[in-house]
Each structure stands twice: as C-alpha cells, then as structure tokens.
C-alpha cells in the first residue's frame, strides 16, 4: 500500500500545486489587467480633447482675400491660429505623460510570464489594445508638432496682412509718417513671415507670395518717397510697378492653398482617428 498511498500524495501534491499556480496567475494576471485598464481610461479621457482639436482643424483652416479683408476678419483669423498653437501646445506634454503611462503598464502585462500562461489571451489582447493607442498618441505628438508651426506661420502671416491695413489707413488719411513707419515694419514682419514659412503643409506657392508681397512692400516705399520728394517721374514709375505688385498678389489662389493645406493634415488626423477606434474595439 506504500507505493499506492505515496502516489496518491503526490498527485495531491500536484494538484494543490496547479489549482495554487492558476490562483495565484488569475489574481496576478487580474491585477495587471485592473492597471492598465485604469490607464487607458486615463489617456482617452486626456484625449478626447486632442480629438475635437484635430476634427475642428478643417473649419480653422480658410481663405483669406488679402486685399480685401477687413481688419476684424483678419484679426478673427488671426486669433484661430493663436488657439491652434495655444491647443497643440498644452497637449504635447499630456501626450508625452500618456505615453509614458501607457508603456509601464504594457511592461506590466509581460511580467512574470511563466506565471501567467493561463491568462495569456486576455493579457495580449490588453496589450494589443494599448498599442493601438500608443500609436494614436504618437501621430499626435507629430500632429500637434506640426500645427505649432503652421499656426505659429499664420499668426506672423495676418500680423503682416494687419500691417498692410494700417499702411492703407496712415494712406489714405495723408499721414505720411505714420505711412513710412507702418512700411518699415510691414517690411520687417514679411521678413519674419517668410522665415515661417517651411511649416509643415505649407505649399510652395505661399513663399512665393510673401516674396511678392515683400516686393510690393518695397516698390510702395519709393512711391512714397517719390511723392514726398516732389519727384513726378519717379512717383509715376513708382505706381506703376505698385500696381503690376497688386495684380499679382490678386492673382495667388487662397482657396486652393488652404486645400492643400488640408490634404496633407487630413491623411495624419484619419491615421489618428483609425488607432483610436482600432483601439476602443477590442
């Protein structure tokens, strides 16, 4: 009976030892999966912000008629993008605690392995579901990259529009010095906006308005010069290459570029959007 009674202990033994082993896997596996399920919760709570940010973004981009646009329409335009950069900013570092989160509790859902081969399935797919989520946050970490410069861009951009404004304001009220002063700094905020202007997004085409606009800049200062100078000759010339400047500024499509603008954010924000809901599903 020795062998008998000895066997049996053993496979008592072994059985404690396996229902003990699942126990112990099922609480700690349970446990990982309790942590990175309050995680998530936490980053899409976070992110339902980015999101509304990202799906408004067509709305904030327009057109804009830059020779006849009212003062308030271009400081309405201007202050958007102030918001865009302002957003985008705030979130980079949420996004970046996001992350952080997201991977320690991923690391967490493989530890201990050997003791969790029974729980395998519920852990993998937690942690297929956090990785989808991880690449959400990354497109929005290069999202909102992108938009601080290509908001950034446009608030320089309508600070020059602005200035062409006051320059046609000091103009027409014969306030030649106000005029010259509004030109020096017309010219210099071109300067900064040009500078900008590799924001990504933005077409070519837009650098190669800021250069006329700089030339009209330019071409309206020896007109004023002219004129104040009492030189006819020179002040005819003068307007005339003014002119020819405005016929080719009119000429730049805004419509079109703020199209193209939103053809290349577009495909980044659907890429965000699919990771988000491949996320959620599962």
Avoid: C
């Avoid at 700094?185 to 990504?200: E, F, G, H, R, V």
């Amino acid at each position: 009976m020795r062998p008998i009674i000895a066997g049996v202990v053993v496979v008592a033994v072994l059985v404690v030892a396996v229902i003990g082993y699942g126990i112990a896997g099922f609480a700690f596996a349970q446990g990982r999966l309790d942590a990175a399920r309050s995680t998530y919760n936490t980053v899409v709570s976070h992110q339902n912000t980015i999101t509304d940010e990202f799906n408004s973004f067509d709305s904030k981009v327009t057109g804009v008629n830059v020779t006849s646009a009212t003062a308030a329409d271009l400081k309405t335009n201007q202050d958007a993008y102030a918001l865009l950069v302002t957003q985008s900013q705030a979130a980079q570092p949420t996004i970046a605690s996001d992350n952080a989160s997201l991977a320690t509790a991923q690391a967490g859902l493989r530890q201990n392995s050997w003791l969790t081969v029974l729980n395998r399935s519920s852990l993998d797919q937690a942690s297929s579901k956090i990785d989808h989520e991880r690449k959400a946050l990354a497109s929005a970490k290069t999202i909102t990259g992108d938009l601080v410069e290509l908001g950034t861009f446009y608030q320089q951009f309508y600070t020059a529009l602005l200035d062409l404004d006051t320059l046609d304001t000091k103009t027409q009220a014969s306030d030649f010095p106000g005029a010259s002063t509004a030109i020096t700094t017309l010219k210099a905020d071109i300067d900064k906006a040009i500078q900008l202007a590799s924001a990504p997004g933005l077409p070519p085409e837009m650098k190669l308005f800021l250069t006329d606009f700089q030339a009209l800049a330019g071409d309206f200062g020896k007109l004023l010069n002219a004129a104040l100078a009492g030189d006819t000759n020179g002040a005819n010339a003068d307007l005339a290459s003014v002119k020819a400047d405005l016929t080719k500024i009119e000429s730049y499509d805004f419509d079109k570029m703020s199209t193209a603008i939103k053809a290349f954010y577009q495909p980044l924000i659907d890429s965000f959007n699919s990771e988000v809901a491949k996320a959620n599903s599962m």
